[in-house]
């Protein structure tokens, strides 16, 4: 009542001090009443701090506001395994990770792709993993060819194309993506010549044409009992949590199969060598793998870890990268998607290269471990660049899209129906997952 009638007759100089006293002490009321019960506080800093983390709920439409990227800072925890930001935010956050979208964009400028360009890529001569013909149309995922596969030679073409897949309709805009047609390569090696989507290439002639794709890794590779890609990096998590660097065993690991020269050379070079747990593993041995194999999380387990080609590419290297541990390898001939963001010297650098024989491990290796001060922030430095960035799910999602918007800023625009306007040319996903060929007889 009294300040009721102060405020009706305020004018007076000794009245305004009056109403300024109690605003500041309405104030202080309500920051005691925040201060003193929990409930009252922000909600997702409630939320956050109070509940098991597996009740986590952050709200992430903000996150596919696509005006969103200038303020929006990407958080690993929060937006790592979002498949759907905006490509404000999938520029911005990953701004390394389309250098050979654009090195192909650039090449085929002058030389558009044509529809026959994919034919001439179907009839070749391919061993076992026939190249697939699909399509996006507004945004959906259509499989055109089968190139008449029956046995698709394990899980990887599924792989593929499921991760796709994930890419677009975890995509609010994904109709306004361009619209494509392409051919999926999912051999260990691209087909060579044709325009093709690979794994993996080299920078020579004869992968001119090949464009990277995130590798069938990224969804899940079963077979071997790796699992999904999520599943990897959790048990990963896991093992750096009871392990931080300077806990970690000061030894170089590696094991896989001696394939290939690169991994003699390996092995001979740590061979007997007090910094090393080096070994070449048998798949067929039973007893032999039982002794010596290592989950990928287990590598976590050690400072330094070697790395090396395969056949091709080595799939491993995406996976151990998300260890806090320092990546030695040779030079890695056969590219993958996320290599830019590796950096072998400077104030960044974020893994160790050795001669491409392999010879100067052994110096390498004492060198890093005279100075495990100088060897953590290596492993730092990749667990924040590729770890918490360049790997992880959300990256990969981005690069699908980035794909799909360069491949077809260069490529012929795909028609959805046959001649007669009316038969589709390809069989949406949501069917060929089911039923895992092009052409069947209805019933
Ligand atoms: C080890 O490396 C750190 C970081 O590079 C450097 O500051 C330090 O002086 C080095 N210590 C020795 C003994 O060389």
């Known amino acids: 009542m009294l300040l009721a009638t102060n405020l009706r007759a305020s004018g007076s100089w000794c009245d305004k001090r009056l109403l300024l006293l109690f605003l500041f002490s309405l104030f202080l009321f309500i920051a005691a009443l925040f201060t003193f019960n929990p409930s009252l506080r922000q909600l997702p800093r409630h939320f956050i701090d109070d509940r098991p983390a597996a009740h986590h709920f952050i709200p992430t439409s903000a996150s596919n506001d696509l005006t969103a990227g200038e303020s929006w800072i990407f958080d690993s925890t929060k937006d790592g395994q979002n498949y759907g930001l905006s490509d404000v935010q999938c520029s911005s956050t990953f701004p390394k990770l389309y250098t050979s979208i654009d090195e192909m964009v650039a090449r085929h400028a002058s030389k558009l792709i044509r529809a026959k360009d994919l034919d001439a890529t179907m009839t070749g001569d391919h061993a076992v993993t026939i190249p697939v013909k699909a399509m996006i149309f507004e945004g959906e995922l259509f499989v055109v060819d089968d190139g008449g596969m029956t046995d698709f030679y394990g899980t990887r073409l599924f792989a593929t194309l499921d991760s796709l897949h994930r890419a677009l309709i975890a995509f609010p805009d994904r109709a306004q993506l361009p619209n494509c047609e392409f051919i999926i390569s999912w051999g260990d090696k691209p087909a060579r010549g044709a325009p093709v989507w ?8 004869e992968y001119y044409n ?3 794709m995130p590798d069938f890794g990224f969804f899940s590779w079963p077979e071997p009992k790796t699992g999904a890609y999520t599943e990897v990096r959790r048990a990963m998590k896991k093992v750096e949590t009871d ?7 000061p030894k170089l690991v590696w094991r896989g199969a001696p394939l290939i020269e690169d991994r003699v050379k390996l092995l001979e070079n740590s061979q007997d060598k007090d910094w090393a747990n080096v070994r070449g593993i048998n798949w067929e041995d039973k007893e032999d793998l039982e002794k010596n194999h290592l989950t990928l999380a287990e590598h976590c387990r050690y400072m330094f870890i ?3 080609s395969g056949l091709s590419w080595s799939g491993q290297g995406k996976y ?7 990546i030695v390898s040779h030079t890695l001939e056969w590219r993958e998607i996320y290599d830019s963001a590796i950096v072998y010297s400077g104030p960044e650098q974020n893994a160790v290269r050795v001669a491409d024989d392999w010879s100067d491990l052994d110096a390498t290796m004492k060198t890093l471990l005279a100075n495990t001060t100088a060897a953590k922030s290596i492993a730092d430095n990749a667990k924040d660049m590729l770890r918490d960035r ?7 999602a981005c690069y699908w899209r980035k794909l799909i918007q360069g491949y077809a800023s260069v490529s012929f625009d795909p028609e959805l129906y046959e001649a007669d306007k009316q038969t589709l040319r390809g069989v949406p996903y949501e069917s060929f997952t089911l039923l895992r060929k092009v052409r069947w007889d209805a019933y």
């Open 198 to 205: 690979g794994y993996t290439k080299k920078d020579t002639s």
């Open 210 to 212: 090949t464009w990277l």
């Open 243 to 249: 392990t931080p660097f300077e806990a970690k065993i």
């Open 306 to 308: 070697g790395h090396v």
């Open 320 to 326: 151990v990268r998300n260890c806090h541990s320092v």
């Open 390 to 396: 360049y790997l992880t799910p959300a990256a990969e």
